[in-house]
């Protein structure tokens, strides 16, 4: 069981923005750098988002990452009826000295 | 372009034990921390086990430790993971990915996956 809590499914209509809450603790997200990732179903995850907030290459704008405390949040705003997917967080926990993925969020477009 | 490829998933029984691999091409191998991530099948990524450049550090997350063994050949580009004493609750997609530098907590690219099947 993760420690790091998502939503489990979020919604909004095509165009419309959603925001997918990662939460944690001081020793996960509170001391160290969240990433964001977006999985099909029957494909390996893609990176969305590094060091919190920096998109690599080839990721729309679109996407945004953000982390405030213990918390981190993906915004994906415009939303296409191809961001239809699964969606990860993950970071490092100092005191269990292991990566943590988050228990994902499915975005669905109504 | 960076790529990874996994093999040496399969069906086996409970109580035995299984070697996957993962080769590397397109990016500077040997200066890479490693990493195996695992997924049951319409479940959630789980981190199972890391290694750094040089092999000298390894991490395991808690199903893995005293039962899998993460290794490397960088003169091969190939990561492995041993898996011994298999369980039904090994059975998974296990990937293979790139940490991009130790620290920055953030996983490119991902191979396509080798699957696990523990039954009896």
């Known amino acids: 069981q993760s420690v790091l809590t998502q939503p489990p499914s979020v919604s909004a209509a095509p165009g419309q923005k959603v925001t997918i809450s990662c939460s944690g603790s001081?020793?996960?997200?509170?001391?160290?750098?969240v990433s964001w990732y977006q999985q099909f179903p029957g494909t390996a995850p893609r990176l969305l988002i590094c060091?919190?907030?920096k998109r690599p290459s080839g990721i729309p704008d679109r996407f945004s990452g953000s982390k405030s405390d213990t918390s981190a949040t993906l915004g994906i705003t415009g939303l296409q009826t191809g961001d239809e997917a699964y969606y990860y967080c993950a970071t490092w926990d100092r005191s269990r000295g292991a990566h943590l993925f988050g228990t994902g969020t499915t975005v669905t477009v109504l | 372009e960076e790529q990874l490829v996994e093999s040496g998933g399969g069906l086996l029984q409970p109580g035995r034990s299984l070697r996957l691999s993962c080769t590397a091409s397109?990016?500077?191998?040997?200066?890479?921390?490693m990493h195996w991530v695992r997924q049951v099948p319409g479940k959630g990524l789980e981190w199972v086990s890391g290694?750094?450049?040089?092999?000298?550090?390894?991490y395991y997350g808690d199903s893995a430790k005293g039962r899998f063994t993460i290794s490397r050949d960088n003169a091969r580009n190939s990561l492995y993971l041993q898996m011994d004493s298999l369980r039904t609750e090994d059975t998974a997609l296990y990937y293979c990915?790139?940490?991009?530098?130790?620290?920055?907590?953030?996983?490119?690219?991902w191979g396509q996956g080798t699957l696990v099947t523990v039954s009896s």
């Open positions: 397109g990016f500077n191998f040997a200066d890479s921390i």
């Open positions: 060091e919190n907030n």
């Open positions: 290694i750094s450049w040089n092999g000298d550090n390894v």
């Open positions: 001081s020793s996960n997200i509170g001391n160290n750098y």
């Open positions: 990915t790139k940490e991009a530098y130790f620290g920055g907590n953030w996983f490119d690219p």
